[in-house]
């Protein structure tokens, strides 16, 4: 069997505007003015085809060929400059164009004006000025590389700035190819000086340059071909005809016998493609057998149907038709395939519409494309959108004999991608609160595509944001999206039918990849809402998870010098501030190791309303609501939340006894909306005592060093039940009976003064009521044993108060004439300080 193949012939125009060569440039006043530089080249043939040649099939220009160049004022169909046709020509052949004259040179205008370029070929001088229009006549077949109309796709806004120009030229007419033989009824048969006459065909007509539209005379005209010598061969250049009757074909031998055949009336002479037709002469009428191909290829053997196949699991799940098409370029070109199942025998065959792909029309270096599109009963019920399915480039594959093989293996693809969610209780969440029927409430999404051929791309500018989805039995919902990326930060909430609502957000970005599968499974737990994301491909496998937690209970780092000990004790109360009876408690111990505060018994949303109760027509509304949120109204709840931190370092028995407290915090949150992570300010409840002993007259730092004492007096303890979560504190009654003993701070500074500290609860010292007692124990020069000296400070006019929260500062000058003291208050952290007033105790 034998082929016979065309190539395409493409030509490529490309101006290349210069500004330095004394031939190309024109003085003009002061502005030099830049002339067009045109080089051409044609696409290499084949070996094989027609003598009979046109430019589209020539592998060269011939010396002195001539083209024309149009320039139009940028965005107007205005000839620039009043001149409508440039004449081009290249001298040797060699594919370099040079003006024909001065009067022909195009140059673009001074200033750096843009202006759009036209190009055809031939050149001729009969083309209109006003409209543009190039008359066409091929009546005269004698030389088709004069009736050979080519055109280039207008270059825009191009000027001297912007000098280079690529043209590509497009054939705008249709080459015919008529193969005469003979068969055993006409073997007798002399072709030589044979004539043919193509019928139903018009011959003349006119090219816009500016519409790029081609018209043609309505009456059709005979047509003769150039034969060979021998009469079995003819190369035309036609008009483009459109399918239908009235075509034919007449073999006239030189002792006038006439053989006529008709062209089929769905055989179309399509603009830019070649056409062969075998004519072969019978006795009694004449067949024809025609393959119609783009100008880069033609056969004219018998044609034997490509054969399909299709993976059966393919069909069995809804996959029975598809369209299909050759090169992605000739999309136009598509044939539908359908699945037509034999019986209960499992197989089945496709057939094609309007025909089938032959054999003989492949070429080896074709592929080919395939999409599968469901129909509008099978799209998303939730998106609306289909599971597109494609596949290529697929392409014949030679057999053991070098053939071409007669069968094609499709494998389709998915082109969407798939999003499952779904939806558990996690670990210790209440029973009583259901997740079945839960709604799960989607980001908005991009729902809008663009398909070219079998490529999708996703448009961002078309979002959508899909209905809540409700997750049934099993808790699993499956949808079909538009591959995308869910950016990090993408919140999804989950709301359960008793109204409770759960947010999150992604930790990362999330790829929704075409053909994979994207699974989402949300884990709804106690005060917090953990997610995990996993990612694999529309096949099952191993899924690959992250875990993404939205903290319910939040502690802030507490003011001041407090940090985290390990062991210590937070207390968090929760209170509906709307329905004020639902209050919960829940105790945390902090794990240093870990950095976390753990409970067995946490503190959960899930144990509060969302939704207040309303008020009933004519009746009260309810105290409270119950713990499915079910209201009648939409009201929403807030909430009210305590937090004490109890220290696990703590005074000694005795101490507590004398006055000595513990570091309590203590934190609110109020107005607080459901669902809302916690986030505490701790502040300090208790008040900070500071003495600090200066040497005065008579006294040096070395005295001061020696066996002093700093006891505090009148305090006031905390009872068993002294602290509550609100920061409320309960005192004793009655002072403690024993002084608290200060702890020295610090040793001397450099002007040796020392420092001891308390911790006490905040309260009053009534005026005149000793606060402090210095004891200091120092050898005296006029004895031989020391000497036991106490110095009071006692409370002034507006007594002396511990602030909570506060370092309470007194500083103590201690002379032998007595002891002078002056108090300040700082913040806990010592940034500021406040002048009390001065007193002296005896």
Not at 511 to 521: D, V, Y
């Amino acid at each position: 069997m034998k082929y016979s193949r065309l190539l395409t012939a493409i030509m490529m125009l490309t101006g290349v505007l210069t500004a330095c060569s004394d031939q190309e440039n024109e003085q003009d006043g002061a502005n030099e003015r830049t002339a067009l530089s045109i080089n051409a080249g044609i696409g290499v043939i084949p070996a094989g085809t027609s003598s009979a040649t046109t430019r589209a099939t020539d592998a060269s220009w011939q010396a002195n060929d001539a083209i024309g160049i149009v320039m139009l004022d940028a965005g107007t169909n205005t000839v620039t400059e009043g001149k409508t046709n440039y004449r081009y020509i290249t001298i040797t052949g060699n594919g370099s164009f040079t003006p024909d004259g001065k009067e022909h040179t195009a140059y673009y205008p001074t200033a750096g004006a843009q202006v759009d370029v036209l190009a055809y070929y031939p050149y001729t001088i009969t083309i209109s000025a006003g409209s543009l229009n190039i008359p066409v006549d091929v009546s005269d077949q004698s030389n088709l590389a004069a009736i050979d109309l080519m055109t280039a796709e207008k270059v825009t806004g191009r000027s001297s700035k912007a000098p280079d120009v690529s043209l590509m030229f497009t054939h705008r007419l249709c080459k015919l190819v008529l193969k005469v033989v003979k068969d055993e009824t006409t073997s007798d048969v002399t072709l030589t000086g044979a004539t043919a006459i193509l019928a139903g065909t018009a011959t003349t007509g006119n090219w816009n340059l500016i519409t790029e539209k081609l018209s043609m005379e309505r009456e059709a005209r005979d047509l003769t071909l150039p034969l060979s010598a021998d009469g079995t061969i003819a190369t035309a250049i036609v008009m483009p005809t459109q399918a239908g009757d009235g075509k034919s074909i007449t073999v006239t031998t030189a002792d006038g016998k006439s053989y006529t055949a008709t062209i089929a009336a769905n055989l179309a002479l399509a603009a830019g493609t070649v056409n062969t037709y075998t004519m072969t002469l019978h006795r009694n009428q004449a067949s024809i057998t025609a393959g119609i191909t783009p100008w880069t290829d033609g056969t004219t053997v018998p044609l034997e149907s490509l054969h399909i196949e299709v993976p059966a699991d393919a069909t069995a799940n809804g996959l029975t038709t598809f369209e299909m098409w050759r090169n992605q370029a000739q999309k136009t070109d598509t044939r539908i395939y359908t699945f037509s199942n034999n019986g209960n025998s499992g197989t089945g065959t496709w057939t094609a519409t309007p025909k089938p792909f032959y054999i003989e029309e492949i070429a080896t270096t074709d592929h080919f494309y395939a999409l599968h599109t469901p129909a509008d009963d099978r799209k998303d019920g939730l998106t609306g959108l289909k599971d597109l399915l494609a596949t290529g480039p697929a392409s014949l594959q030679p057999s053991a004999t070098g053939s071409i093989a007669n069968s094609l293996s499709l494998n389709f693809k998915h082109l969407m991608a798939q999003l499952t969610v779904t939806l558990a209780p996690g670990k210790d969440f209440p029973t009583s609160v259901s997740t079945e029927g839960a709604t799960v409430i989607l980001p908005e999404m991009i729902s809008g595509y663009t398909l070219d051929g079998i490529t999708l791309t996703a448009d961002d500018t078309k979002k959508t944001g899909y209905k809540n989805i409700t997750i049934t039995s099993g808790r699993t919902a499956i949808l079909t999206v538009v591959p995308q990326t869910l950016s990090q930060g993408t919140e999804i909430s989950v709301k359960l039918t008793g109204g409770n609502t759960y947010k999150t957000t992604l930790g990362k970005a999330v790829a929704l990849s075409a053909g994979s599968k994207t699974s989402i499974n949300l884990t709804i737990s106690p005060t917090q809402t953990a997610i995990s994301v996993s990612v694999n491909p529309w096949t099952d496998t191993d899924a690959v998870a992250q875990n993404i937690t939205i903290e319910g209970i939040e502690t802030g780092s507490a003011t001041g010098s407090y940090e985290s000990a390990d062991k210590d004790l937070l207390v968090l109360t929760g209170t509906n501030e709307t329905i004020p009876t639902e209050k919960h408690t829940a105790s945390y111990i902090y794990n240093k190791v870990n950095n976390q505060w753990n409970s067995n018994a946490p503190l959960y949303w899930d144990s509060f309303s969302q939704f207040a109760a309303a008020k009933a027509k004519g009746g009260s509304a309810d105290a409270a609501s119950d713990n499915t949120g079910n209201a009648d109204s939409n009201t929403p709840c807030t909430f009210r939340f305590d937090a004490l931190i109890t220290p696990a370092v703590t005074p000694t028995e005795a101490r507590i006894a004398c006055g000595a407290v513990k570091d309590y915090l203590q934190g609110s949150l109020t107005a607080t909306t459901f669902g809302t992570p916690l986030s505490f300010r701790l502040s300090h409840l208790m008040a900070q005592i500071s003495v600090t002993l200066k040497p005065g007259i008579g006294y040096t730092a070395e005295d001061l060093s020696q066996n002093v004492t700093v006891h505090l007096y009148g305090l006031h303890t905390l009872t068993n039940e002294g602290v509550e979560t609100d920061g409320t504190l309960i005192l004793s009654k009655e002072a403690a009976s024993s002084p608290l003993k200060m702890n020295k701070a610090a040793e001397a500074n450099a002007e040796g003064n020392f420092t001891y500290t308390a911790l006490v609860a905040p309260q009053t010292i009534v005026q005149g009521n000793l606060v402090a007692r210095i004891t200091l124990t120092a050898q005296e020069a006029d004895r031989t044993t020391p000497v036991s000296l106490s110095y009071d400070y006692r409370a002034g006019s507006n007594g002396f108060v511990y602030r909570a929260g506060q370092n309470n500062k007194l500083v103590l000058t201690v002379s032998k004439a007595g002891v002078s003291a002056v108090f300040t208050l700082t913040d806990w952290d010592d940034s500021q300080e406040a002048t009390e007033g001065d007193v002296t105790v005896d």
